[in-house]
T-cell receptor, first 117, second 115 residues
Framework: QQQVKQSPQSLIVQKGGISIINCAYE??????FPWYQQFPGKGPALLIA?????SEKKEGRFTISFNKSAKQFSLHIMDSQPGDSATYFC????????????????FGQGTILTVHP | NAGVTQTPKFQVLKTGQSMTLQCAQD?????MSWYRQDPGMGLRLIHY???????DQGEVPNGYNVSRSTTEDFPLRLLSAAPSQTSVYFC??????????????FGPGTRLTVT
């Protein structure tokens, strides 16, 4: 049972364009939403993260947009570059059963982004 | 710092064989975990540990064993490999044992094929 659904599976963008990856979640207990970037042959690395008390977070060319009522969040990559070509994973986490900590991450299926020069 | 290291990088096993995937970190992180990555499935948590001597199951623990005798090492054992365990395995660690989701550092992965 996939609690975080990510789309599209793959995305091709021209250099300078905007890349948009979407995620939807089901568990209303989730309240921490990171994005991970993975280059071929490497492990994932934390890119940017958001909590639902804000609707948008921007770091450089990367922006997370968050819609709490729709239970959706998205990653926007502005001025996409060939070096951004990678697999992107959204994820979600929330308090554990004891209500005291943020433990496990639930990942989306991943999006393979290719930016053509 | 080497960060999180994993060995081997590649491994081919026959059905029924056993092996241990090694993971080590030199950042003195108490929290360590193992994920498997399969196409179209994202990363799924296998087992995790919040400190030496403490381990617990994740989302897909069947067929895997772990132990944590030191802070640095967290090996993953496959007792009797099955083709369904063909996957890429990632080890990760976090400096925050109480809120590890906030910041996880991943190793480079081990690609395992079971024939």
């Amino acid at each position: 049972q996939q609690q975080v659904k990510q789309s599209p599976q793959s995305l091709i963008v021209q250099k300078g364009g905007i890349s948009i990856i979407n995620c939807a979640y089901e568990n209303t207990a989730f309240d921490y939403f990171p994005w991970y970037q993975q280059f071929p042959g490497k492990g994932p690395a934390l890119l940017i993260a958001i909590r639902p008390d804000v609707s948008e977070k921007k770091e450089g060319r990367f922006t997370i947009s968050f819609n709490k009522s729709a239970k959706q969040f998205s990653l926007h990559i502005m001025d996409s570059q060939p070096g951004d070509s990678a697999t992107y994973f959204c994820a979600a986490s929330g308090v554990n059963a004891g209500g005291t900590s943020y433990g496990k991450l639930t990942f989306g299926q991943g999006t393979i982004l290719t930016v053509h020069p | 710092n080497a960060g999180v290291t994993q060995t081997p990088k590649f491994q081919v096993l026959k059905t029924g064989q056993s092996m241990t995937l090694q993971c080590a970190q030199d950042m003195n992180h108490e929290y360590m975990s193992w994920y498997r990555q399969d196409p179209g499935m994202g990363l799924r948590l296998i087992h995790y540990s919040v400190g030496a001597g403490i381990t617990d199951q994740g989302e897909v623990p069947n067929g895997y064993n772990v132990s944590r005798s030191t802070t640095e090492d967290f090996p993953l054992r496959l007792l009797s490999a099955a083709p369904s365990q063909t996957s890429v395995y990632f080890c990760a660690s976090s400096p925050d044992r109480f809120s590890p989701a906030y910041e996880q550092y991943f190793g480079p992965g081990t690609r395992l094929t079971v024939t």
